[in-house]
């Protein structure tokens, strides 16, 4: 090995054992709690109490995290979500519904060697309208399959039955087809360059 090589090698071991020995910045109770245990799909991804995104007028719980980007004078606000569970698919989209997201980039498969890693959470056919819960709708609008990844356009609405109204939002939702070692980056390029 070289000079370079060593060194190099020298301070990705010293960053590992520097990653090892962060505590957390914050302190995970809600996620922990025994009532919101069940909606974690694994036991040690929890978000951040002062980072989750709470659900609803109440604070309910959802395994999300807001993630906060300043960007010159402005700042970005990007949501990172667990794979939705069976159990927390209606969750989901009241989260995105109250959130006003627009875009859903899915970076994982829904199965990944024999594991779940993510519940189906939009509708397989096309304009065909199912039900989140008593309040919201969903539709898939458009399916475009492209090299790498498959764009859905998404119809999520509210309807409300008291005032014989309703209203809608549209918005993107991009997954992802790789394998565990093929590059990100590649990936990101082809969705912005789409959207």
Known sequence: MDFWSV?????VIACL??????????????GQAKENRRKNRYKNILPYDTT??????????????FIRMPVGTEEFVYIACQGPLP?????????????????IAM???????????????WPDVLNKTIMINDRL?????RLQQLKGFVVRVLELEEIQVSESSSRARTGFE???FWLRDS??????HDVYAKL
């Open 7 to 11: 060194h190099f090698t020298e301070c």
């Open 17 to 30: 054992q520097n990653l090892q020995e962060l505590k957390p910045l914050d302190q995970c109770l809600i």
């Open 52 to 65: 989750r995104v709470p659900l609803g007028v109440d604070g309910g719980y959802i395994n999300a995290s």
């Open 87 to 103: 159990t927390t698919v209606a969750d989901f989209w009241q989260m995105v519904w109250e959130q006003d997201c627009t875009v």
């Open 107 to 121: 970076m994982t498969q829904e199965v990944e060697g024999e594991k779940i890693k993510c519940q189906r959470y």
């Open 137 to 141: 709708r969903l539709a898939l609008v």
């Open 174 to 176: 991009c997954s992802r």
């Open 183 to 188: 590059p990100l980056p590649a990936f990101s």
